[in-house]
C-alpha cells in the first residue's frame, strides 16, 4: 500500500506538500497539484480519511446509536438517517448496543473521541445526564433528556388513540397491548401505551399490557412467546404490537385455529417492511420514519454549523393503515 511519502517522491514535492493538499490548506500552482493527484491516481493512493478528520476537526462522520439493528424500526430508520447525510457529504457508523447498559456507555466514551462528529441517540439506557453533558451535538429519538437536547419523535399519544378506536370499532372485549421493560416516561413512544389503555378503559374494554425485553427475541422466539401468551389469555380479542412480534401473533393465533379479525384483532405499530409480509393485510400505525430520519440529520447539522434551533422538541404526526386484521374496515379479498 502506497503511502504519502510515495506519492511526494513520485510527484518530486515535499511530504508535507501532499498533506496540505489533501487537508486543502496549500497554497500551491495548479501544476503541482496536478503532478501530485497523478501521482496519487497512479500510486493508487487511499488517503487516511480518519487523520485527515483529526487534524481538521472534523471526520465526516456521524455515529448512529441503536438497541438492535435487527429492530425493524431502527434498521429502516438507519437507511433514510444515511441517505440523508450521504446526501450532505457525511457518512453513518451505525452501533448496536445490544441495549445492554455497558455497552452503551462504552460506546459513548468512544465516540467522545475525534471518530464522530455527532450523534443521534437511538438507545436510552444511561441517565440523562449522561445525553444532556455529552459534550457533542447530539440529537435524541423518542426520548427526553431536557429542553437542552433536542429529540425527534412520533405523535405517540395519536398513534395509541388511533389504535383503541380501532378496537373499539371492531367491537373487542379484552385488548393486550405488548410493552417494553424499560419504558418510562421519559421513553415518548410509551405514550401509545398509556393513551391505549385509558382510551378502552373509558369505553369499558379490559386491557392489559404486556412488557417484555422485547430485542431478547428474533421471529421464532416472538412466535413461540405469542403461542404461550395466547394459551394463558384465550379470552383476549384484540392485540396491538410492534410489526415483528404483531405478524408472530397472527401466524401464532391461526396455528391454534384463531380466525382473523372474527377471533382476534391485530393492529402492528410501526408501519416498517414487516408489515407488508404478511399474507393478510395488516392493520398498522405508520411512523413518519422518512420524516424523522431526515429531520434528526437537519437538526444534527444545524448544530455542527452552531446554527440556534427554533426548537428542541419535534412531534410528527402518525397515520392508520386500515387493513384485513381488524373488523372495523373490512376488506373483501
Not at 226 to 244: C, F, T, V, W
Not at 296 to 312: I, M, N, R
Request: proline share 4%; charged share 25%.
Amino acid at each position: 500500500m502506497s503511502s504519502i511519502r510515495d506519492v511526494a517522491r513520485k510527484a518530486n514535492v515535499a511530504a508535507c506538500t501532499v498533506s496540505r493538499v489533501l487537508n486543502g490548506t496549500a497554497n500551491v500552482s495548479p501544476e503541482t497539484r496536478m503532478r501530485i493527484e497523478q501521482a496519487m491516481k497512479e500510486l493508487n493512493y487511499i488517503p487516511n480519511e480518519l487523520a485527515r478528520g483529526m487534524f481538521k476537526q472534523k471526520a465526516g462522520i456521524i455515529a448512529m446509536l441503536v438497541p438492535s439493528i435487527r429492530h425493524p424500526y431502527f434498521s429502516s430508520l438507519a437507511k433514510y438517517i444515511e441517505d440523508a447525510l450521504y446526501q450532505n457529504g457525511y457518512k453513518l457508523m451505525l452501533c448496536s448496543t445490544g441495549d445492554d447498559v455497558e455497552r452503551e456507555k462504552e460506546y459513548l466514551k468512544i465516540l467522545k473521541s475525534n471518530i464522530v462528529d455527532g450523534v443521534i441517540m437511538g438507545t436510552n439506557s444511561q441517565e440523562p445526564e449522561a445525553y444532556e453533558h455529552f459534550g457533542k451535538p447530539l440529537v435524541m429519538l423518542d426520548y427526553y433528556v431536557s429542553d437542552k437536547v433536542p429529540v425527534v419523535v412520533s405523535d405517540h399519544a395519536q398513534g395509541g388513540f388511533l389504535a383503541a378506536q380501532e378496537f373499539i370499532k371492531s367491537g373487542c372485549k379484552y385488548v393486550l397491548h405488548i410493552g417494553s421493560e424499560a419504558e418510562t416516561e421519559r421513553v415518548l413512544s410509551y405514550e401509545s401505551h398509556r393513551v391505549l389503555q385509558k382510551t378502552l378503559e373509558e369505553k369499558g374494554i379490559r386491557a392489559r399490557e404486556l412488557d417484555i425485553k422485547w430485542n431478547t427475541f428474533d421471529y421464532d422466539g416472538y412466535l413461540e412467546l405469542s403461542k404461550l401468551i395466547l394459551e394463558k389469555y384465550p379470552e383476549i380479542d384484540g392485540i396491538m404490537a410492534a410489526d415483528m412480534p404483531a405478524s408472530a401473533f397472527l401466524k401464532a393465533a391461526v396455528q391454534i385455529g384463531k380466525k382473523i379479525p372474527e377471533d382476534i384483532c391485530v393492529v402492528s405499530y410501526d408501519g416498517t417492511f414487516v408489515s407488508n409480509t404478511n399474507i393478510l393485510e395488516v392493520t398498522t400505525i405508520h411512523q413518519p420514519m422518512e420524516k424523522i430520519g431526515h429531520t434528526s440529520v437537519e437538526v444534527l447539522l444545524k448544530l455542527l454549523k452552531g446554527e440556534e434551533l427554533e426548537k428542541t422538541y419535534m412531534k410528527f404526526p402518525v397515520q392508520i393503515k386500515p387493513g384485513q386484521t381488524t373488523r372495523a374496515h373490512q376488506i373483501n379479498i
